[in-house]
């Protein structure tokens, strides 16, 4: 018997950084995320699809999104369990527990683990998240399948860590857990970065959510005498991409533009830039990227360019003697007791602003930077 799993997908994202018409086509992305999960398992003949949680985003899931997984769930003919996660919790609002969903659809609706019997001796165990947070961990309750044959887990939840001493608020469970429940695999949602482990899989987001996060795919299970196996798809290509770009040898912003775009070949989606270098002479801002006539590499519909890397042509010993506000400013900054990054950053986030230039990217790294030192200096992890 073949299984397929996924979870993580967030249907109905907002993406935030992105113009209003490369939101609607980020979310689009993920549709095709789940269209596609659904034809690899009818192409593999699997027997049903696990979802292990995070399918859509509970206070944005639009009506649309949900006949469209009303649709695909009924068009597949497949048997499907969903273990709700806690971004598409089953509380009473929920569309899990306001639609009627075809025969073939089973949600698991409780907080403790409840059972599906599939052919040849397999049964499917899940629980659910009711709340955003705080959901106690599913097998902190003793919990054992009862029963033979082979027994399978699928929810969502986030795995104890004992170096990581943090609140954990979303169904914690230890690794050795899951064995000692008597399941024979576990498929487990929530971290978005997929990983394989002796009892249990990892599937992590079917989609890359953000831009330089780790992501998954959909998972094949196999179960055959009893004994149970493990293979990932293989990826679908990202729709968001993170790269670094050296513009050190570009004479002009056409010569920077024109590194970009190359720098972007051959991929699709969106993109996050950020520039590095010392390009002699050349003064850059985030607009030289972005407006006008430069365009964008073909495939790709927005990028985000952070210029705070660059190291602007500016000779600061022969600034620090100028008889100018430029001159006290340097001085100034140069005479306090600050750390090199540190006084990077502020001359030249002072420097750019006296030149009328408007680099946010380089007052928000300022500020990251010090919103650390308190969390480290209050003992809190940064």
């Given at each position: 018997m073949k299984l397929l799993a996924f979870s993580d997908v967030h249907l109905?994202?907002?993406f935030g950084w992105a113009t209003r018409e490369v939101a609607r086509r980020q979310r689009q992305r993920l549709r095709e995320g789940v269209t596609w999960a659904f034809e690899q398992a009818c192409q593999e003949e699997a027997a049903a699809v696990l979802i292990a949680g995070d399918l859509f985003e509970h206070e944005l899931v639009s009506p649309d999104t949900v006949e469209f997984l009303r649709r695909?769930?009924?068009?597949?003919?497949?048997?499907?369990?969903a273990a709700p996660g806690n971004h598409d919790y089953a509380d009473t609002e929920s569309p899990y527990r306001r639609i009627d969903w075809p025969e073939n659809v089973h949600i698991f609706g409780e907080t403790h683990f409840t059972s599906r019997v599939l052919a040849d001796g397999v049964t499917i165990w899940g629980a659910a998240h009711r709340k955003p947070a705080d959901t106690p961990g599913?097998?902190?309750?003793?919990?054992?399948?009862?029963?033979?044959?082979?027994?399978?887990a699928v929810f969502h939840g986030e795995e104890r860590n004992a170096a990581f001493q943090g609140q954990y608020r979303h169904a914690p469970f230890e690794s050795d857990q899951i064995a000692a429940a008597g399941f024979d695999h576990a498929v487990v949602g929530h971290s978005h970065k997929p990983a394989d482990r002796p009892t249990w899989t990892r599937l992590g987001s079917l989609e890359r959510l953000k831009f330089n996060e780790a992501y998954g795919s959909a998972v094949m299970l196999e179960v055959e005498n009893g004994r149970v196996t493990r293979r990932r798809l293989d990826p679908r290509p990202p729709a968001l991409h993170t790269l670094s770009v050296d513009l050190t040898d570009v004479e002009n912003a056409s010569q920077a533009r024109?590194?970009?775009?190359?720098?972007l070949s051959g991929m699709a989606g969106a993109a996050r830039i950020r520039l590095i270098g010392e390009p002699d002479d050349l003064h850059l801002h985030e607009d030289d990227f972005t407006t006008g006539s430069s365009g964008l590499a073909d495939g790709i519909e927005q990028i985000l360019v952070d210029v705070s890397r660059l190291t602007p042509p500016y000779d600061l010993e022969q600034i620090e003697q100028e008889p100018t506000v430029r001159g006290m400013f340097v001085q100034r900054v140069r005479e306090d007791d600050l750390d090199p990054e540190t006084e990077r950053l502020v001359l030249l986030a002072g420097l750019r602003a006296l030149d009328g230039r408007d680099d946010l990217a380089v007052i928000d790294e300022l500020r990251m930077g010090a919103s650390q030192g308190d969390h480290a200096d209050k003992g809190e992890p940064a």
């Amino acid at each position: 018997m073949k299984l397929l799993a996924f979870s993580d997908v967030h249907l109905d994202s907002k993406f935030g950084w992105a113009t209003r018409e490369v939101a609607r086509r980020q979310r689009q992305r993920l549709r095709e995320g789940v269209t596609w999960a659904f034809e690899q398992a009818c192409q593999e003949e699997a027997a049903a699809v696990l979802i292990a949680g995070d399918l859509f985003e509970h206070e944005l899931v639009s009506p649309d999104t949900v006949e469209f997984l009303r649709r695909t769930f009924e068009r597949s003919g497949l048997r499907i369990l969903a273990a709700p996660g806690n971004h598409d919790y089953a509380d009473t609002e929920s569309p899990y527990r306001r639609i009627d969903w075809p025969e073939n659809v089973h949600i698991f609706g409780e907080t403790h683990f409840t059972s599906r019997v599939l052919a040849d001796g397999v049964t499917i165990w899940g629980a659910a998240h009711r709340k955003p947070a705080d959901t106690p961990g599913f097998f902190d309750d003793g919990f054992r399948v009862e029963g033979s044959g082979t027994h399978i887990a699928v929810f969502h939840g986030e795995e104890r860590n004992a170096a990581f001493q943090g609140q954990y608020r979303h169904a914690p469970f230890e690794s050795d857990q899951i064995a000692a429940a008597g399941f024979d695999h576990a498929v487990v949602g929530h971290s978005h970065k997929p990983a394989d482990r002796p009892t249990w899989t990892r599937l992590g987001s079917l989609e890359r959510l953000k831009f330089n996060e780790a992501y998954g795919s959909a998972v094949m299970l196999e179960v055959e005498n009893g004994r149970v196996t493990r293979r990932r798809l293989d990826p679908r290509p990202p729709a968001l991409h993170t790269l670094s770009v050296d513009l050190t040898d570009v004479e002009n912003a056409s010569q920077a533009r024109d590194s970009v775009r190359n720098a972007l070949s051959g991929m699709a989606g969106a993109a996050r830039i950020r520039l590095i270098g010392e390009p002699d002479d050349l003064h850059l801002h985030e607009d030289d990227f972005t407006t006008g006539s430069s365009g964008l590499a073909d495939g790709i519909e927005q990028i985000l360019v952070d210029v705070s890397r660059l190291t602007p042509p500016y000779d600061l010993e022969q600034i620090e003697q100028e008889p100018t506000v430029r001159g006290m400013f340097v001085q100034r900054v140069r005479e306090d007791d600050l750390d090199p990054e540190t006084e990077r950053l502020v001359l030249l986030a002072g420097l750019r602003a006296l030149d009328g230039r408007d680099d946010l990217a380089v007052i928000d790294e300022l500020r990251m930077g010090a919103s650390q030192g308190d969390h480290a200096d209050k003992g809190e992890p940064a």
